[in-house]
């Protein structure tokens, strides 16, 4: 079993930034892939950003540009860095980890509990 826990997750002013976290815990030897979601009320859950353990990286094209993903391998620890927020990238976010290189939402085995985003003046 592997553990996800997000933080850092909060209130910011449009165009401001913020980074969340996720950290895992337990057998993480068998995770390939890391992914960030987001879901707002009312929405399909949708992908945010993708990296692997080569540290291949992937972004949905509305955050391209403004959202970076990064791992800390000592650390156990996944980040997504979001600058230039706007207000319709708030949501909830969700980390998620996968034993397959290129999976599918689906195919994620691991779900975090997700932290709130909100952008809002």
């Known amino acids: 079993q592997v553990q996800l826990v997000e933080s850092g997750g909060g209130l910011v002013q449009p165009g401001g930034s913020l980074r969340v976290s996720c950290a895992a815990s337990?057998?993480?030897?068998?995770?390939?892939?890391m992914g960030w979601y987001r879901q707002a009320p009312g929405k399909e859950r949708e992908l945010v950003a993708t990296?692997?353990?080569?540290?291949?990286?992937n972004y949905a094209d509305s955050v391209k540009g403004r959202f970076t993903i990064s791992r800390d391998n000592a650390k156990n620890t996944v980040y997504l860095q979001m600058n230039s927020l706007k207000p319709e990238d708030t949501a909830a976010y969700y980390c998620?980890?996968?034993?397959?290189?290129?999976?599918?939402?689906?195919?994620?085995?691991?779900w975090g509990q997700g932290t709130q985003v909100t952008v809002s003046s």
């Open positions: 337990g057998r993480i030897f068998s995770i390939k892939t």
């Open positions: 990296i692997t353990t080569g540290g291949s990286t």
């Open positions: 998620a980890a996968s034993i397959r290189s290129a999976p599918a939402t689906y195919e994620y085995d691991y």
